[in-house]
């Protein structure tokens, strides 16, 4: 696959597209009682956020339904003692299916671009009753609480009006059209009012606190409250309710003061306030920092940030979060991303298409890179894991000194079994030496997620899921990533000086791929046996990857086929498609001894999987010849003799 380049300049967002939120970046800003108010919009609908001045560990943060500037109180000591405050104007939808989608993209959009918690406390104020409940019953592992004020619980008692209730005309009205009611009788058969199928978040023991006032003749508690609360309390929810019989009593009981705001603040922060949050700083490695990135963002108000890894890198998640990140944290700043993630590939792949995916668009100044999860997978010797990994970083900073690279080590079922059975995994000890021996930040993300699930914070079979995350753990990984970057920016020492051409130390081994690159094996003149097909693609049916797919690759399939490709480097190998007719093929160095290597892996039954060989390694730096032919044998699975090559790589001298 080729490296995807993505210009983007200020204006521009980079959402998970599972998301879909719309979110527009024209953002705004207000006072509101000494913090900032953030006024942008989801779609067409307004919203807003108050940012506290510091949040507290893992971002709690309650969610408005309805009347933001309603009794604030509350709102108040919870954004001065570290909370976020959210609202979105959905105030004619009546909590509707309509208000529901608008609020999952409005929950998505402010977990992914301010790492909000993923559980929320809801504040459901009269009519916004339907909305926090409605919401809460759909999404009971997302909510940590339910604070509600003379809430409307059954939309029958207001606006209906078919109780003991005064009800509203009007509102009636446009509840039927938001819900899509053709009749009163079809709305007054609808069974899922809050105050309906309760037992998912009983289930949850979601507390809920409801103040009312027990004078209401606009959403009787008769009808609203005490319907609700008897019911979740009889399928073992828990439920408190308060009376506020103190001061004026208006708008016909509906209106009363809150009498203790500190309560509502106290619970809410009892039950939002995460209280099993590991700090991500224990998972991260500063060394060096990140001096010379955060310069160059702020002096040249350009930037170029490459990510290299596997599929992990390649999906949509937590990469799109960092360049949007930094998109934020640096907006005068034009950024060039690319994203040069292919599936499978690992470290040694990464150190030989580096110049083509990356280096080819010109130095960079910050480099992400992966490749914990595929060394181990694909079976690379500790050897040839340090060789790459050395590789990498050694060839982007001979391209720039100056330029700043992290190391990533993402989570697989392995790692974790390691973890829990008192063991590094060997990959993260091998790349860890480079990143010490290059003084670079490194983030153990293995580590961190394996510590999280065992302390109870989430778990893998229902939340993270995979080694290729879910949007949870995409937000997991973006969160650590992201707190890596403030902590390495909020360094005041960074903003003096001027860039530092890092010195390479001597490298920790000599044969490192520090200079790979590839050669389309299309441009070697054509040995008998062997054919060009400009366009391959399978014909068995099963997959393939992006850049071995519908491109020009070097084709042989029968036994006895002979090629000669000359080189001059270090190291050398084949980048090929080993599908299900993979064969078997023998090789030499400079009519060295014949040794032979099976293409068939196994994966080689469902995927034609792009894979590289390293054939000959420690080789002195001059002229060599690699010969090739493919075997009599094959491997008793493949159906096949086939060699199909799309590159050969070499390790410069």
């Not at 209401?216 to 008897?230: G, K, R, Y």
């Not at 702020?298 to 937590?318: H, P």
């Not at 034009?334 to 083509?356: N, Q, Y």
Request: some cysteine.
């Amino acid at each position: 696959m080729k490296a995807i380049t993505i210009r983007v300049y200020l204006g521009v967002l980079f959402l998970f597209s599972f998301f879909n939120s719309h979110a527009q970046e024209n953002i705004s800003s207000s006072d509101w009682k000494g913090f900032q108010q953030l006024h942008f919009s989801i779609g067409q609908t307004e919203a807003t956020l108050v940012v506290p001045k510091k949040a507290l560990p893992g971002h709690p943060w309650m969610w408005r339904a309805r009347f933001p500037n309603w009794h604030t109180e509350a709102d108040s000591l919870l954004v001065s003692e570290g909370f976020h405050v959210a609202f979105i104007n959905t105030n004619d939808l009546y909590g509707s299916p309509k208000a529901m989608e608008i609020w999952d993209k409005f929950y998505a959009y402010l977990l992914q671009n301010y790492q909000l918690n993923e559980r929320v406390a809801l504040n459901g104020v009269s009519r916004g009753g339907l909305f926090v409940y409605n919401w809460a019953k759909q999404h009971p592992d997302k909510v940590s609480c339910i604070y509600a004020e003379a809430p409307v619980c059954d939309f029958k008692s207001w606006p209906g009006g078919f109780g003991v209730g005064k009800g509203s005309e009007g509102d009636w009205a446009k509840l039927k059209l938001a819900y899509g009611f053709a009749s009163d009788e079809e709305a007054k058969a609808y069974r899922n009012n809050p105050i309906d199928g309760l037992e998912a978040l009983a289930a949850a023991k979601i507390p809920v606190l409801h103040m009312i006032g027990l004078e209401d003749q606009h959403v009787p508690a008769s009808e609203n409250t005490f319907t609700l609360v008897d019911r979740y309390v009889k399928l073992g929810g828990i439920a408190t309710i308060v009376p506020c019989t103190q001061g004026e009593q208006s708008l016909d009981g509906h209106h009363f003061p809150i009498e203790t705001p500190r309560l509502v603040a106290d619970f809410i922060k009892y039950y939002a306030t995460p209280k099993t949050t590991l700090d991500p700083s224990n998972y991260h490695a500063m060394r060096g920092g990140l001096p010379n990135a955060q310069r160059t963002f702020e002096r040249e108000k350009k930037g170029r940030v490459a990510f290299l890894g596997g599929s992990i890198t390649y999906n949509s998640g937590w990469r799109d979060s960092v360049c949007l990140y930094l998109q934020k944290r640096f907006p005068e700043t034009t950024f060039e991303f690319i994203a040069a993630g292919i599936p499978s590939m690992g470290s040694t792949p990464g150190a030989f298409r580096l110049e083509r995916d990356i280096l080819s668009k010109g130095p960079i100044d910050l480099l992400f890179e992966e490749a914990a999860v595929n060394d181990q997978t694909n079976g690379r010797t500790d050897q040839e894991q340090i060789r790459g990994m050395e590789g990498i970083v050694r060839h982007v900073k001979k391209a720039n000194p100056a330029a700043e690279v992290v190391l990533m080590h993402f989570v697989d079922p392995d790692k974790m079994k390691d973890y829990n059975e008192g063991r590094v995994p060997a990959v993260i000890q091998n790349h860890e030496k480079v990143a010490i021996h290059y003084n670079l930040p490194s983030i153990n993300l293995a580590k961190e997620v394996t510590d999280r699930i065992n302390q109870g914070e989430f778990t893998w079979k229902n939340d993270f899921k995979d080694l290729h995350p879910s949007p949870f753990g995409q937000g997991v990984y973006a969160r650590s990533i992201i707190h890596l970057l403030e902590t390495a920016f909020s360094n005041s020492g960074n903003r003096g000086g001027q860039l530092v051409n890092y010195p390479l130390p001597a490298p920790l081994d000599p044969q490192s791929y520090d200079s790979g690159y590839l050669i389309a094996a299309t441009t070697i003149n054509l040995p008998k046996g062997w054919r060009i097909d400009p366009a391959w693609k399978p014909q068995d049916q099963t997959g393939t990857r992006a850049n071995y797919v519908n491109v020009p690759m070097l084709i042989s399939e029968k036994a006895g086929s002979k090629l000669s490709f000359d080189f001059q480097g270090k190291a050398v190998g084949i980048a090929v498609a080993a599908g299900q007719d993979a064969g078997t093929i023998e090789y030499r160095i400079d009519k060295g001894p014949w040794q032979t290597q099976n293409l068939f892996t196994q994966w080689s039954a469902q995927l034609h999987l792009p894979w590289y060989y390293t054939l000959a390694t420690d080789l002195t730096p001059q002229q060599h010849r690699l010969q090739i032919r493919i075997a009599e044998g094959k491997d008793e699975r493949s159906k096949g003799h086939a060699c199909r090559i799309r590159y050969f790589f070499v390790n410069r001298p």
